[in-house]
């Protein structure tokens, strides 16, 4: 089994770039590549699914069992050629101060992944020695094969810093990108804009494959990538055939963990995907999946979806369950208030108004757990997910759930979370349906439910 784990001394060294070249590198060889992200990632994976026409998927300790992990990642690499795993962070960078969880080090652990690892090579020549013989000293299970540097200003400058990197720690030196290169892509409050918004993606990516095949060893990094197989269990799903679930899916919604996705397909599920910026009504359908995104940018165009709206008002009305995370709650709620005070209406199922932020106002790991019984979790049951959002949702409607933070084993942060009413739940929370499978059977059975009544 080919693999090979990139990670970084830090974030913004150019990690994300380096992978994507990478990966385009391999593509263009008429590999068949499997993408991977470690963490809680949208945006990054969305080019990784371009460049490769393979759905990258999410590996989060967080939310997800090592057994689960591998079983994952055998399932999504078994019939490709190479994987490649970006890393996130640097590469002992985690949840708290614990090297060994939620870190890119820990994945490569799990997945017996060997590592490459990126660092920036500015301002640097023999001292690179040091930061790379520190990362490879700190957990010595972690196979760090290579190193590939960033942000050179020249030959001669690489020649140098590869020198001292191979005498005194015995890694090798797989290449190096020259700075100032001819590549970006534009940024906004979450991160880097989604693929799906940009043009000429096609052309930027064969310009970057072409840099990286000048100056990293592509051959080697196949080499390297060799390393123990991970085989596939196939896991028992219940039959929920007859169902259909409708997943909003367009530039306004489209952060997903696809296995999640994959999970109710497993389950025998029909899954049908709408625009709520372009169709005029959601597909025939027993629930619906609205994910996060950015609806605050397209507020004018979704409020303007009148038939779109009267749909959603319909199936309310009917009972079908409606899940929404993030940006998929601001679209239920009654309107999206922007950083200029303008104002625009939403879907209206739920009480409460969104309003943006300068300020990110919750980031990262939680814990949910149900006050009562909703439409994804039974009073008592666990949600385990991610917040990453610049907006607050101020309603009266009922939460859903008691949130925790939790270090080092003790919890540090509480608060109340998610909003239910009838047949809805809406959540900041991103969560991962493969890490309780129970919590998707819930929704399952409430869409099952609901249909025999309807009909």
């Known amino acids: 089994m080919k ?3 990139i990670a970084a001394t830090s974030s913004n060294t150019g990690k994300t770039t380096i992978s994507m070249g990478i990966m385009k590198a391999l593509k263009e060889r008429n590999l068949r590549v499997q993408p991977f992200k470690v963490g809680p990632d949208y945006i990054d994976t969305s080019y990784h699914s371009f460049i490769t026409k393979s759905k990258s998927r999410n590996l989060d300790e967080f939310m997800l069992s090592e057994d689960i992990i591998k079983n994952l990642f055998a ?15 640097g590469l002992y960078d985690g949840y708290g101060d614990d090297i060994n969880y939620c870190t890119s080090s820990k994945m490569s652990k799990i997945l017996k992944a060997p590592v490459i690892l990126v660092i920036d090579g500015k301002g ?4 690179a ?39 005194y720690t015995d890694v090798e030196v797989l290449g190096y990108l020259p700075k100032n290169i001819d590549f970006t892509l534009e940024s906004r409050h979450l991160g880097l804009v989604p693929s799906g918004e940009l043009d000429n993606l096609e052309m930027k990516f064969k310009d970057l494959a072409n840099i990286v095949e000048e100056h990293i060893n592509i051959d080697r990094i196949i080499e390297l990538s060799e390393s ?6 196939e896991e028992y799903r219940p039959d929920y055939s007859g169902l259909t679930l409708a997943v909003a899916y367009d530039k306004a919604f489209n952060f997903y963990y696809w296995d999640s996705i994959d999970l109710f397909e497993e389950m025998n599920i029909e899954v049908k995907y709408f625009s709520p910026l372009e169709d005029s009504k959601v597909p025939d359908c027993d629930f619906v999946y609205i994910g996060g995104g950015f609806p605050e940018l397209f507020a004018k165009e979704l409020g303007n979806n009148l038939s779109m709206k009267a749909d959603f008002k319909r199936l309310y009305n009917q009972g079908v369950p409606i899940y929404a995370e993030c940006g998929g709650l601001m679209y239920l709620g009654e309107k999206v208030k922007d950083l200029n005070g303008r104002e625009f209406e939403m879907l209206g199922l739920l009480e409460g108004v969104s309003i943006m932020t300068k300020g990110l106002k919750r980031f990262g790991y939680s814990k949910g757990t149900a006050m009562d019984d909703n439409i994804l979790a039974k009073r008592g049951q666990f949600v385990f997910g991610h917040e990453f959002h610049h907006s607050d949702f101020f309603t009266k409607e009922q939460c859903a759930f008691e949130m925790t933070k939790i270090k080092n084993k003790k919890v540090f942060k509480r608060w109340k979370g998610g909003i239910t009413k009838n047949n809805i739940l809406g959540t900041y929370l991103h969560t991962h349906f493969n890490g309780n499978v129970k919590l998707a059977i819930n929704l399952c059975e409430i869409a099952k439910s609901n249909k025999e009544k309807r009909n």
């Open 129 to 167: 020695a040091a930061m790379v013989l520190g990362y490879k000293n700190l957990d010595k299970e972690v196979d760090i094969k290579g190193v590939i540097i960033n942000n050179l200003s020249s030959e001669n400058h690489y020649t140098m810093i590869k020198s001292a990197i191979e005498k």
């Open 124 to 127: 640097l020549s023999t001292s």
């Open 3 to 5: 693999k090979i784990l």
């Open 75 to 89: 399932k999504n690499s078994k019939e490709k050629d190479i994987s490649i795993i970006e890393g996130v962070m």
């Open 228 to 233: 123990d197989q991970i085989d596939y269990i």
